[in-house]
Antibody, heavy 121, light 107 residues
Framework: EVQLLESGGGLVQPGGSLRLSCAASGFTLNKFAMTWVRQPPGKGLEWVSAISGSGGTTYYADSVKGRFTISRDTSKNIVYLQMLSLRADDTATYYC??????????????WGQGTLVAVSS | DIQMTQSPSIMSASVGDRVTITCRASQSISSWLAWYQQKPGKAPKLLIYKTSNLESGVPSRFSGSGSGTEFTVTISSLQPDDVATYYCQQYNTFPPAFGQGTKVEIK
């Protein structure tokens, strides 16, 4: 059974940093792309970042480029999102999702429960 | 970047009604479109991929169609369990983009 479990969210001051983790089970990361999608409170879904199944290609939304880094540890089956220079508009629930295939341009067939990141002084 | 626009933003229908939600892309995305259902306080759930392919376990009252820039998802007979917000997503080119969502309510 595929499961995704995010952790690492919390309250952080503007300019601070956080590292989100997504522990995957029921499949191996090197066969599927993984992505992070966020949802500000009461708003819609926004794609943030993706990594291909090979791990060789990463993608970022313009709004986070240069501040966020996606990575993975295939030995632990965990995907990370390192977030630096956080701003108030980064406040959202962050979802980890599994791609349907290894190529990063894909639909997302399994989602975690989300972890809330709140950026405020 | 490709923009996705859904209509309507909110809709109210009776149990048993046929419900259709439209999603328009700012440029052609071929058939690379997915639909997700999100219930309050829950993660999104994949309903349909590549325009018209039903994800495993999704009730057959859901269907999708379209190509190029205009797409629809239809619920053939609305059920109380279908109350949710529905999002389309294009994955033809990066960055992937979601529509703004359509909230479906029971009248």
């Amino acid at each position: 059974e595929v499961q995704l479990l995010e952790s690492g969210g919390g309250l952080v001051q503007p300019g601070g940093s956080l590292r989100l983790s997504c522990a995957a089970s029921g499949f191996t990361l090197n066969k599927f792309a993984m992505t992070w999608v966020r949802q500000p409170p009461g708003k819609g879904l926004e794609w943030v970042s993706a990594i291909s199944g090979s791990g060789g290609t990463t993608y970022y939304a313009d709004s986070v480029k240069g501040r966020f880094t996606i990575s993975r540890d295939t030995s632990k089956n965990i995907v990370y999102l390192q977030m630096l220079s956080l701003r108030a508009d980064d406040t959202a629930t962050y979802y980890c999702a599994k791609g349907s295939i290894a190529v990063a341009g894909t639909s997302y067939d399994y989602w975690g429960q989300g972890t809330l990141v709140a950026v405020s002084s | 970047d490709i923009q996705m626009t859904q209509s309507p933003s909110i809709m109210s229908a009776s149990v048993g009604d046929r419900v259709t939600i439209t999603c328009r892309a700012s440029q052609s995305i071929s058939s690379w479109l997915a639909w997700y259902q999100q219930k309050p306080g829950k993660a999104p759930k994949l309903l349909i991929y590549k325009t018209s392919n039903l994800e495993s376990g999704v009730p057959s009252r859901f269907s999708g169609s379209g190509s190029g820039t205009e797409f629809t998802v239809t619920i053939s007979s609305l059920q109380p369990d279908d109350v949710a917000t529905y999002y389309c997503q294009q994955y033809n080119t990066f960055p992937p983009a979601f529509g703004q969502g359509t909230k479906v309510e029971i009248k």
